[in-house]
Nanobody
Framework: EVQLQASGGGLVQSGGSLRLSCVAT????????IAWFRQAPGKEREGVSCISGSDGSRFYEDSVKGRFTISRDGAKNTVYLQMDSLKPEDTAVYYC????????????????WGQGTQVTVSS
């Protein structure tokens, strides 16, 4: 059974940092792309970052480039999202999801989702 467990959210002041973790089980972790999405109240779910399974390529949504870093640890079946210089507009529930081998940031193309972790950035 494919399972994704997201954790690491919390409350942080503007300019602070958080590291999200996504532990994946039930499939060959090294093959598939893993992405992070977020959804703020009243807004659609949006793609934040993705790391491919084929060659480790990384992709970022424009508003987080230079502030967020995605990485994966095959030994721990875990994908991380290091979030620095956080802004109040980053406040949302963050989800990790498993796609195909290749990255994209379209939520509709992802089949398996974690439960979400709340990130709140105060001004």
């Amino acid at each position: 059974e494919v399972q994704l467990q997201a954790s690491g959210g919390g409350l942080v002041q503007s300019g602070g940092s958080l590291r999200l973790s996504c532990v994946a089980t039930g499939f060959n972790f090294d093959i598939f792309a893993i992405a992070w999405f977020r959804q703020a109240p009243g807004k659609e779910r949006e793609g934040v970052s993705c790391i491919s399974g084929s060659d480790g390529s990384r992709f970022y949504e424009d508003s987080v480039k230079g502030r967020f870093t995605i990485s994966r640890d095959g030994a721990k079946n875990t994908v991380y999202l290091q979030m620095d210089s956080l802004k109040p507009e980053d406040t949302a529930v963050y989800y990790c999801a498993r796609g195909s081998m290749y990255c994209n940031l379209r939520a509709g193309l992802y089949t398996y989702w974690g439960q979400g972790t709340q990130v709140t950035v105060s001004s």
